[in-house]
């Protein structure tokens, strides 16, 4: 069926201090409420059809754009230049690929486009092996939690289910640079501290068949 969003108008959009340019149908932006107002800003103040991100990582918008078009998008990975979507990731293929994952949650997060973040979060849970790496996943989670705001709740609700299963996988090393991130406060640290009293609360609980009594331990 074809797109009619590919019959409007193009602007053309210059990403990172590099300005790479891409060239992007109108109503494509729209999906997304900031570029929407951007894009009527911008002819409104007679600046042309041109916007400029240089702030914005050019790799990571490729994944906005991607998305906006088509509805999904393919993280990088070494080694592999055309690769579709599949059932699961490989950490092993694309070691910062929970970063990669990490940096296009925080994009759709500016941008508005929630659908973006629910896909991603599901991408998150089917990457291979995540919860084997403690410190990654945990990074990944403090580069989240620091440029989203504390009531996300579309990763918050991951982390809170996943963050105990990767604890449980820590060796000491991983526990003194995890520490670190904790010490830090923020909401980390809070979602941490509620994933934890999850675990604690089902483990105090039996239930009998017709009602939940504690638990001995």
Known sequence: M???RLNSNTFAIYVGPNDVRRVVHELVL?????FERICLS???EGMGRSIYLPEDNAVTFGHILEYLYTRD???MRRNCSDIIFTDTFSDRENP???IELA???IMADKYQLEKLKELTV???RRVENII????LFFKMAQKIFDHTTDSDACFGAYFVEVAPLVSKMMYPEDIEEVEDMIREGGQLAFDLFRAMCAVCKKASWEWTGTQAVPSQI
């Open 42 to 44: 911008t002819f409104e």
């Open 96 to 98: 910062n690929l929970g």
């Open 103 to 105: 940096n296009v949650y």
């Open 132 to 135: 084997e790496n403690p410190v």
């Open 122 to 124: 599901l991408k998150l």
């Open 73 to 75: 998008y393919t993280p």
């Open 30 to 34: 729209h999906e997304s409420p900031v």
């Open 2 to 4: 074809f797109d009619e």
